[in-house]
């Protein structure tokens, strides 16, 4: 039974491969011009190999930094909180609300704890480059939480009804001695335990190909709680290929692998963005700078005429002197003139370094990164104006981050610290079903979220100019419910915010203060009217009033 699960894993990771192998000549391309360091993707560098012989402009690359800095510093920022668990139902109990809030604060500590920005950052440069990234999120030994980013061309993955990344098969190189210390309290393959066993110690180091497949387990094959790993939703099993048997079989109760693809084009599984888009572009500048740093050698070292006897050669050194029969004018050697328009060459230049900028949102990122937004002396609505457009733009991939990345990695580490004990005992509104959402506070997530108010925020506007011609425009829009919408699109925590009942109560209690004071101004106004009449008269207006005389 283990060695038939372990051979359908190795045919099916070969048929992943397979499907996977167009994308691995794109990627390999994209890493020669954009991130040299990942250019081992068809071929194994060598370390310390030369990464940048065929490089002569960097802008693809630091358009590629500046891109996952960007989404470091702007959408995962290391200096404040950038999500929140709240409750999905509005009418939570104040309890909850508090439990999961400090459940993102533990939460938060944890990640900042972790190795996590080591991982993010690079999976982020993977994005930018491949517009595929992997991040494995697993229990740590030494903290509570630990990531690992997976290079691009050692995973495969595929996807569900849903199109959702369900499953990643992957591969690597451990030598058999690796082997042993991941897995010292269980029996070996026979490979592995002679190679150790062996008396040459070169045998330890013998290299071996280890697959991890995880994928999710067919209905009525798993069971829900906290069960066994083989009875867990999502399977896990390490196979040795080389001799088709299964090392481990265990699971996951949630998905491992944090999976995305910033855009995807119809019928594919892995995903194009900036690079893959602008590759002409880039390709194009390498060459041209190629052709105008030529130019410009050509401009202050060109070539030379001679005649075709000429018994000598032109000194080209500083101060150097070159003779020449002075009794042949013929025969004088002079420097051949270059017609390159390098002006033209620079513009042109400019105008390719520009589009890949912005291609890789450059702009954007610098403009949120200003000192003005980051010091927070700008509103996120004047933000939100400042680069509306290219936030426009970058609304997608912002989406298929959340939904692809961040959000499964966010539920993966709220489980995992759940089952760890560290939030505490669980609320009963949890264990009776009730479930949270993620909510993201970074400044990228709030300039979105008031980019999309900026309909409302101009309304109001026009609103001010027209009620004074007609007051009924100001109950066209349910005010309260569109405010409270703009506050949580604004950063503002739930919890500080009044319930609907509420403000009801607090509403109705104003009222009543007003009624009753109006009540008692009426009376006074009246009181002091009566003492203006005669005596009969005051006695039979106090009467009216049901005022005892």
Request: proline share 5%; net charge negative.
């Amino acid at each position: 039974m283990e060695n038939t699960l372990a051979q359908n894993i190795i045919k099916r990771h070969a048929a992943l491969k397979a499907e996977r192998s167009n994308w691995d000549v794109l990627w390999d391309d994209v890493a020669r011009y954009v991130i040299p360091r990942k250019g081992n993707i068809l071929t194994k560098n060598t370390s310390g190999q030369e990464q940048m012989t065929e490089i002569y402009d960097t802008t693809a690359e630091q358009a590629a930094q500046v891109f996952a800095a960007g989404l470091v510093s702007q959408l995962t920022p290391p200096s404040e909180p950038w999500f929140r668990y709240e409750p999905s139902d509005s009418k939570a109990s104040p309890e909850f609300r508090a439990w999961l809030e400090q459940a993102t604060q533990t939460a938060l500590q944890a990640v900042y704890a972790s190795n996590f920005y080591l991982a993010i950052h690079e999976d982020f440069m993977d994005a930018g480059a491949f517009a595929t990234s992997c991040i494995y999120i697993e229990e740590g030994t030494k903290r509570p939480l630990n990531f690992v980013n997976i290079p691009v061309g050692t995973f495969s993955i595929g996807e569900d009804n849903e199109g959702f990344v369900d499953t990643v098969y992957r591969d690597w190189q451990w030598s058999a001695k690796q082997i042993e210390q991941q897995w010292p309290d269980i029996p070996l393959p026979k490979v592995v335990a002679d190679a150790l066993a062996s008396s040459d110690p070169k045998s330890w180091d013998k290299k071996y190909t280890v697959i991890h497949a995880c994928y999710p387990r067919r209905k009525g094959s798993w069971k829900e709680g906290i069960v066994e790993g083989k009875l867990r939703e999502y399977a896990s099993c390490y196979v040795l290929k080389e001799a088709s048997e299964l090392i481990e079989e265990s699971g996951f109760y949630e998905k491992p692998y944090s999976v995305s693809r910033l855009l995807r084009s119809n019928n594919e599984v892995y995903g194009r963005g900036p690079a893959l888009q602008c590759m002409p572009e880039i390709k194009v500048l390498n060459r041209a700078v190629l052709d105008l740093t030529l130019a410009i050698e050509k401009g202050v070292n060109p070539s030379w005429l001679m005649p075709e006897d000429a018994a000598y050669r032109p000194d080209n050194r500083p101060n150097g002197i070159t003779y020449w029969d002075a009794t042949n004018p013929n025969n004088k050697p002079e420097r051949m003139v270059d017609s390159s328009r390098i002006d033209w060459g620079q513009e042109f230049c400019t105008q390719k370094r520009a589009s890949i900028s912005k291609a890789f949102f450059v702009d954007m990122f610098q403009m949120l990164s200003s000192p003005d937004i980051q010091t927070k002396q700008m509103t996120a609505r004047e933000v939100a104006e400042r680069v509306r457009e290219k936030l426009v733009l970058f609304s997608p991939l912002f989406a298929r981050m959340v939904q692809e990345k961040l959000n499964p990695m966010l539920e993966r580490v709220f489980n995992i610290m759940l089952r760890q004990g560290r939030f505490g005992d669980v609320p009963p509104e949890l264990a009776a079903g009730a479930e949270y959402e993620i909510a993201y506070t970074s400044k990228i997530a709030l300039a979105l979220k008031a980019a999309n108010d900026a309909a409302l925020l101009e309304v109001v506007d026009i609103a001010a100019l027209v009620a004074p011609y007609d007051s009924s425009v100001s109950m066209v829009i349910k005010w309260r419910q569109a405010f409270r919408k703009v506050s949580l699109n604004r950063g503002m925590n739930v919890e500080d915010m009044r319930t609907d009942k509420e403000i009801d109560d607090m509403v109705e209690k104003a009222q009543a203060e007003r009624q009753a004071q109006e009540g008692a101004e009426m009376m006074n106004q009246a009181a002091g009217a009566v003492q203006k009449l005669g005596p009969n008269a005051q006695a039979a207006a106090l009467k009216q009033l049901g005022v005892q005389g």
